[in-house]
């Protein structure tokens, strides 16, 4: 079963823009991951988030984390056509193993 | 450093028969695990292997099957197909096991149609 669901299921933004996608998570984690796929291929890291932090830069990349309310954002500046992808959240808990949540499905249009 | 590697990278079997899909971790990553991905219930956990042992499974019916050899290397097998398993089907190696993952290091995949 899937552990984490992002929101919203499809994003349509232009070039330049900003996109804020969402995870909420069920259960209590050791860290928070978000992977990003392109069409039909593997998924490729692109930032983890510990349980213990709050918030993280990674270039274009900022990700919050609040344990709170179990919920993490993904948020991609100033995007561009080649970002357009399926953005998946995935969880790690003791004793677990990764879950994925069902993706956002971003379109840049350039 | 080479990435991960799956084979075969597309396949096409009949209701019925059997599969077999590799995965050759990147060098020194000891922990495989694999998932399937479908339109319809996105990306599944199927099992993690790490050391040749089988650490975690998921909510997969016994026809799923794997194992890891002492290189890392490790295959899954699904007999009697079904449908339903039509799927892309990825593996992921890692350095860490279970609660303690860090990043997935994934390969590109094979693509099982089920006809």
């Known amino acids: 079963s899937q552990q984490g669901e992002e929101d919203p299921q499809a994003l349509s933004i232009q070039e330049g823009e900003n996109a804020t996608m969402n995870c909420s998570y069920k259960t209590s984690i050791n860290n928070l991951q978000w992977y990003r796929q392109n069409s039909g291929r593997g998924l490729v890291h692109l930032i983890l988030?510990?349980?213990?932090?709050r918030e993280k830069h990674s270039g274009r990349l900022r990700v919050t984390l609040d344990t709170s309310k179990k919920s993490s954002s993904l948020l991609i500046t100033a995007s561009r056509a080649a970002d357009t992808a399926s953005y998946f959240c995935?969880?790690?808990?003791?004793?677990?193993?990764?879950?994925f949540g069902a993706g956002t499905r971003l379109t840049v249009k350039p | 450093k080479a990435g991960v590697t799956q084979t075969p990278r597309y396949l096409i079997k009949t209701r019925g028969q059997q599969v077999t899909l590799s995965c050759s971790p990147i060098s020194g990553h000891r922990s495989v695990s694999w998932y399937q991905q479908t339109p319809g219930q996105g990306l599944q956990f199927l099992f993690e292997?790490?050391?040749?042992?089988?650490?975690n499974k998921g909510n997969f019916p016994g026809r799923f099957s794997g194992r890891q050899f002492s290189n890392s290397r490790s295959e899954m097998n699904v007999s009697t197909l079904e449908l339903g398993d039509s799927a892309l089907y990825l593996c992921a190696s890692s350095t860490l096991t279970g609660g303690r993952t860090g990043e997935l290091f994934f390969g590109e995949g094979s693509r099982l149609t089920v006809l």
């Open positions: 988030i510990r349980s213990n932090e």
């Open positions: 995935a969880t790690a808990s003791n004793n677990n193993d990764m879950r």
């Open positions: 292997y790490f050391s040749e042992t089988q650490r």
